[in-house]
């Protein structure tokens, strides 16, 4: 056993991912005091709640507050753990923890995303270190290897799959014709989605996390506000049937691009090959791909939520910082020296799959392919069914930019002989 004087730590919740963390600190125990050279010492937990049952926690239930900023505030505390989510009273207690000078480690994406410069500024002041690797596709190791690993190449590109929730409801939509109301339900019983599954279902949650991967990526800061973001709400059986017809598949993805001087980041459904590396990402499962000048294309997979996966991230932090603390150094400091300006979706290059139901008569065709022309979209492929008065026209175009596509869409909705946009979905790796 190590002689030396304990890390303390202080959990802030005791949920889905905190109770892992709990767990994880208690069965390793032996192993991480001979990794870190010291041992941890959990020393208190705040919660909402502290009578609520929580199963079998092997902790001693005299740990529990309510009192977070007291915990935070305690000297024998060194390492605080925040694991409830939400901007406030979240952002007080981290900035606090921070500018104190201790090590903060935290899986709260929303905060980081919205406000991730505070916490940045509160650590430098506090010469403190703000560990997040939980943060962005729970147990894959991706914050660090953006962080450090990779310090030395340029990344031009980060795409993929970053949410687990809308990953399991659109696989369970494309496998087992599942509904989408009981794929959710699903995947909150199995403790992926967010306490307000909205976040997930709309875009929220991987806008947030492609702000965070963004930042880290291009040496900028990027926010949720400066992400473009389309949820998955919108997606319907059809949609899926249209993708599977073309050999094609629904996700919701993650896009982050650097220009020569300016960045893109998007967030939305697309359709994409099934021969596609991420149309095989099935279940809460992530994966995202980091392309860069040097090293070329490296791709990332695992799981994406749950409470014991994201806890195991959490771990690997908790160690980073606990050594830290021991030898007297800190974590890397944020790298935002390239401030390159957010491009808006509108000038990025995008393709589109448009369902149209229209008017049965001569001229149809013609009249919709003018529009296309108009704006300067160039159409890829056509498909037309159906009978008198209840014509369907599905159209996939080749690149444009997404302003002259939204555009089009807009004039072909104001034509007579289009009765109803039956849908509008993306196009990413060569669909259609
Ligand atoms: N679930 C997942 O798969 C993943 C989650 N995350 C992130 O981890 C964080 C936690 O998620 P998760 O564990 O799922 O959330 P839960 O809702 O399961 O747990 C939240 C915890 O925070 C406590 N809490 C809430 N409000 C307060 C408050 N005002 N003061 C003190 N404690 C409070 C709750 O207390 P009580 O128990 O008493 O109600 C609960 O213990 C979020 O930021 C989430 O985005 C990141 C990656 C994956
Ligand atoms: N709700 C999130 C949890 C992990 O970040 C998700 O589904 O990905």
């Not at 890390?7 to 919740?13: D, E, Y």
């Not at 921070?98 to 995303?113: D, E, H």
């Not at 993929?160 to 699903?186: D, K, P, Q, R, Y």
């Not at 998955?232 to 949609?239: H, I, K, L, R, S």
Request: a negative charge.
């Amino acid at each position: 056993m190590s002689s030396a004087k304990p890390i303390r730590l202080a959990l802030l919740g005791c949920g889905t991912v905190g109770t892992e963390v709990v767990r994880l600190l208690h069965d390793q125990a032996d192993d991480l005091t001979a990794r870190i050279g010291a041992p941890l010492e959990l020393v208190g937990i705040a919660v909402r709640r502290p009578g609520r049952q929580r199963g079998d926690l092997p902790v001693d239930p005299e740990l529990f507050t309510t009192d977070a900023l007291g915990l935070i505030k305690r000297d024998d505390v060194d390492v605080v753990i925040e694991v409830v989510g939400g901007i406030e009273p979240a952002r007080t207690w981290l900035t606090e923890a921070l500018r104190a000078g201790k090590s903060v480690i935290t899986a709260n994406k929303a905060l980081l995303a919205e406000d991730g410069g505070a916490l940045h500024d509160a650590a430098a002041e506090g010469n403190a270190d703000l560990y997040y690797e939980a943060s962005v596709a729970g147990a894959i190791p991706l914050l660090r290897p953006l962080r450090e690993s990779l310090h030395g190449d340029r990344v031009t590109a980060v795409t993929g799959i970053v949410n687990g929730t809308t990953n399991f409801i659109l696989s369970s939509m494309a496998s087992t014709g599942a509904g989408f109301n009981e794929a959710l339900e699903e995947a909150t019983e199995l403790g992926y989605a967010e306490a307000d599954p909205t976040a997930d279902v709309e875009g929220f949650d991987a806008a947030a996390k492609a702000a965070i991967l963004a930042s880290l990526a291009f040496h900028t800061r990027v926010t949720a506000a400066d992400v473009f973001r389309e949820g998955m709400t919108g997606v319907t059986a059809g949609d899926m049937a249209s993708a599977k017809e073309m050999g094609c598949t629904i996700k919701l993805l993650c896009i982050a691009q650097r220009g020569a001087d300016s960045v893109s980041v998007r967030v939305h459904p697309a359709m994409i090959p099934l021969t596609h590396p991420l149309a095989g990402v099935g279940d809460a499962f992530n994966a995202v791909f980091v392309e860069t000048e040097a090293a070329g294309p490296l791709m990332f997979y695992g799981r994406g939520a749950g409470g014991r996966p994201t806890a195991s991230a959490v771990l690997g932090d908790i160690v980073a910082a606990a050594r830290n603390k021991l030898t007297g150094t800190r974590a890397p400091s944020e790298s935002n020296y390239a401030k390159l300006a957010v491009r808006p979706i509108g000038e990025s290059l995008t393709r589109y799959h448009i369902s149209l139901d229209v008017a049965e008569r001569p001229g149809v065709l013609a009249s919709v392919a003018g529009v296309f022309a108009d704006h300067e979209v160039s159409i890829a492929t056509v498909r037309q069914s159906g009978r008198e008065d209840d014509a369907k026209l599905v159209i996939v175009t080749h690149s444009a930019p997404d302003a002259a596509l939204a555009a089009t869409v807009e004039a072909l909705s104001r034509l007579d002989i289009v009765r109803s946009i039956a849908s509008v979905l993306r196009v990413e790796g060569g669909a259609g």
